[in-house]
């Protein structure tokens, strides 16, 4: 730079100038989009409260980027493959040319506190003492440890800036526009004295011209000269904001495509002074009235009793004294764009400008070198021009500090945050099980047209891709559709299971039999082979009961007459729910128990001879199903007819075996987890999971699922159209992930704050699910939304997005289109317009 730094010296988390010390603070992340209003409010007041703790204080509130490049993401993507298929290569440069024009940058957010007692030491010593040295600095401790435990309250969540964040700050501020380095500095130490500061500055040059649109700053990087433009602009008039806002006004810019940085140096003013000056404003009001009205007997214009009116509410307030809150702050705010000519840098200019229209006025000072400046710490405020004064409750609800972070660096893409801020979405799903050894369980809820088959179908496609195979459910048919894809047909399988081979759903078949090389000893497998044996003793009298008709449920022989015959079976994968009938028709004791047994026997007899029956009876001895070598089974169940959800039960017998088809189905599915290396990744989906409330049984396979996802690397996804269906399976407590799309009704929104961590009931959380997008005019190509909590900690309203992939998103589509329907008109051939213009003069 032309021009030397006034900053002197770096000491920890401190930065000394000739006149100044500053305590600098890193502001953690704060949540905003999925947040409701009452808990925002929270926020602010606190925030506002920590602000007033800081009076006759200078603040720097410095808010910068932390680009995180879409090679790195790709590189780490592609590592994170265990075994892509032919098609991974061209599916990742697509992702990543996609990815290039999206934000993957990390918002930073760094608070200056200004040290008051240093300010009084160096101005008694005048100019023998060009600033501190750390020994000095270090005998700061007490008003530094002060500070320290103000900005830790839980509305500001700032920590003492580490020297690698300070280091980092610097060059975002010296080099101001330029490409942010990948890399810093070998050096770690606590401190850097003024011979070291020329690190930051030699290889920067700021140039302007007077009066200048915009600077420009040259610089070096990867070893080429580069040259970027900054326009710098000032907040200027605002009107009264909204609290909590919609979007914090000083968020607003995360919205744009291209980074921005902020620069604010903040006053907390006195409150004495502050209700002094208002008293004289009154005062001097009361006398401009008077002029008006006793000395000319003229009205007085209106303005002045507005005037009174809010200089009077601030003056009761401060004197009230009962809250920080009345505070008054006195401040600077800058905003800089950078681009890579001058016309790019007004171009952003202008949009930022039209971003905060017409609530917040945004200008272009001339002096533009002296305001970029102010970016660096420890530089002096330029001028006082486009001085803003507000209450420290404005102040606050700038909050610099709310992002929309979720997801991770090296999962698929799923999409964008759609809240407060557009932010690359990332996730790996099997990170819960390999790192925090926790269950694998993720659920997915959605009303009609929530995007449910889209967001469970975008994760298997991507997954599919690096080699992971995937055991899919699907009721309805309509993910069968990826299995003809170009890139995965190869390896997928699907399979419709009502015109499978008789017995294909023998309950006793779909439990499968444990394997020795998945446990660490010999007890523990003849344990799990016990556990097997019971399960299946359990799901066959669970399956058998549930075809019989309600009043025969309900008897009381018939759970004895069950025990009984399931227990002359054995229950290996090799028997059949058919020995179960014909030891009925054996079974013996009392006339009454036998008599009811016959009529069981004859009534599941009968049942077997139907289309659904032969899936569940086969007809004689039957062999473990083999191992699958797709990576992609589809098990279809098209055209099953299920009761209503609401229903408590059904008197059609088709309706309850279609039930029992779909949950013995939903045990076939889970076979996939125990197949291959215990440790290799796997993946299930099971669609409509909601029948699994209808089974007493339903509790066992999901505590199944959530035990042994985590042993066998398994991601098991459960879709439903009502989260209620999935919290009577004990799901709450064992789901790691979640995707809850749009919801309408109460109950429903309700229940499903139970899958998001941090969500209570009434605290306004619930009409964030009825904001989600709903079904637009274009059908499926109206992106879906979700609140996502990845099973990290981070929830975020997002949008799921498959624009780079339309043959996916056309394979993903379940809304009918009529004009894709072959009439009877395009088969003969149509008419044409003159032929029914004929026709309507004929007539």
Request: aromatic share 6%; proline share 5%; glycine share 8%.
């Amino acid at each position: 730079m032309s021009r030397g730094l006034s900053l002197r010296r770096i000491s920890g988390h401190c930065t000394v100038s000739s006149d100044r010390v500053y305590a600098w603070y890193r502001l953690a992340p704060q949540a905003w989009s999925f947040r409701p209003d009452g808990v925002r409010e929270q926020l602010i007041r606190e925030s506002a409260d920590a602000h007033a703790q800081l009076a006759k204080r200078n603040l720097h509130v410095r808010v910068t980027t932390r680009p995180y490049p879409v090679s790195r993401w790709a590189r780490a993507h592609n590592a994170n493959a265990p075994a892509p298929l032919e098609g991974w290569r061209h599916h990742l440069m697509t992702d990543q040319l996609h990815l290039a024009r999206r934000s993957m940058a990390d918002k930073e957010v760094y608070f200056g506190v200004e040290i008051p007692a240093v300010r009084r030491v160096l101005h008694s010593l005048g100019a023998f003492v060009r600033s501190l040295s750390d020994h000095e600095v270090a005998s700061l401790d007490k008003p530094i440890r002060e500070t320290d435990e103000i900005m830790a309250l839980s509305g500001m969540a700032g920590s003492p800036a580490s020297p690698r964040e300070l280091e980092w700050l610097l060059h975002r501020s010296v080099s101001l526009g330029l490409p942010a380095p990948l890399t810093l500095g070998a050096v770690e130490d606590d401190k850097w004295d003024p011979e070291d500061l020329g690190e930051f500055t030699d290889q920067v040059h700021w140039s302007s011209v007077p009066f200048g649109r915009a600077i420009a700053v040259q610089g070096e990087a990867d070893g080429r000269e580069v040259t970027r433009y900054v326009c710098v602009m000032s907040v200027g008039r605002m009107t009264d904001l909204e609290i909590p806002p919609g979007v914090p006004w000083m968020q607003r810019t995360d919205q744009l495509p291209f980074p921005v940085e902020w620069s604010a140096r903040i006053q907390i003013e006195d409150p004495g002074k502050v209700g002094a000056a208002m008293r004289r404003n009154i005062q001097k009001i009361r006398a401009q009235k008077d002029h008006y009205e006793v000395e000319h007997q003229e009205p007085a214009p209106g303005a002045l009793d507005r005037q009174a009116s809010k200089a009077l509410v601030v003056e009761d307030e401060i004197s009230m004294g009962l809250s920080g809150l009345s505070t008054r702050t006195t401040g600077w705010y800058r905003i800089a764009v950078s681009g890579d000519t001058e016309e790019e840098a007004l171009e952003r200019a202008a949009s930022v400008r039209k971003l905060f229209a017409p609530q917040i006025t945004i200008t272009r000072p001339a002096d533009q070198y002296a305001l970029a400046r102010e970016f660096i710490p420890g530089e002096k405020l330029a001028n006082t021009a486009y001085r803003r004064r507000m209450p420290v409750t404005t102040l606050a609800a700038a909050v610099p500090a709310a992002t929309a972070k979720v997801g991770d660096r090296v999962g698929i893409h799923l999409g964008e945050t759609s809240g407060t801020s557009a932010r690359v979405v990332t996730w790996e799903p099997w990170l819960s099980t390999e790192r925090d050894e926790e269950s694998g369980l993720a659920v997915i809820c959605a009303g009609l047209g929530g995007g449910k088959s889209t967001a469970g179908g975008n994760i298997i496609y991507r997954t599919v891709l690096q080699g992971i195979p995937w055991t899919v459910l699907d009721p309805s048919g309509r993910l069968t559709s990826l299995c003809h894809l170009p890139e995965l047909a190869p390896v997928s399988k699907p399979v419709d299971l009502l015109d499978a081979e008789p017995g294909a759903l023998s309950p006793y078949r779909v439990i499968v039999e444990p394997r020795r090389e998945h446990f660490a000893s010999e007890s523990e497998w003849r344990l799990a082979q016990t556990t097997a044996e019971n399960t299946r003793r359990l799901l066959t009298s669970s399956v058998l009961r549930s075809i019989l008709p309600r009043q025969m449920q309900e008897h009381v022989l018939t759970e004895v007459a069950l025990m009984r015959a399931v227990g002359q079976v054995s229950a290996n994968h090799t028997s059949s729910a058919g020995e179960v009938v014909k030891a009925l028709h054996r079974l013996e004791g009392d006339d009454e128990l036998v008599r009811h047994a016959g009529y069981m026997h004859d009534f599941l007899s009968e049942a077997a001879r139907t289309s659904h029956g032969r899936l569940i009876f086969p007809p004689g001895y039957q062999s473990d199903h083999s191992t699958s070598e797709a990576l992609l089974t589809v098990y279809s169940l098209r055209g099953l007819s299920l009761p209503d959800e609401d229903a408590k039960g059904s008197e059609d017998l088709d309706e309850r075996l279609s039930m029992c088809v779909l949950y013995i189905a939903a045990w076939l599915a889970q076979r996939g987890m125990y197949f291959g290396d215990v440790h290799a990744r796997k993946g299930i989906f099971i669609d409509e999971a909601w029948a699994l409330s209808s089974f007493s049984t339903g509790r066992r396979f999901i505590e199944r699922a959530g035990r042994d996802s985590r042993k066998h690397n398994t991601r098991v996804i459960m879709a439903s159209q009502n989260p209620s269906d999935l919290l009577k399976l004990d799901l709450a407590n064992l789901v790691s992930a979640a995707f809850i799309g749009r919801l309408t009704g109460e109950d429903a929104q309700r229940d499903a704050l139970r899958f998001l961590p941090g969500a209570r009931p009434a605290q306004g959380y619930e009409g964030i699910f009825e904001s989600l997008s709903r079904p637009s005019t274009e059908g499926h190509r109206g992106a879906r939304e979700f609140v996502f909590s990845d099973g990290t900690g981070g929830v975020e309203r997002m949008r799921m997005d498959l624009s780079a992939h339309p043959r996916l998103l056309e394979a993903l589509n379940t809304t009918a289109d009529p004009t894709k329907a072959r009439n009877r008109l395009e088969a003969n051939g149509r008419l044409a317009d003159g032929d029914l213009d004929e026709g309507r003069e004929i007539a």
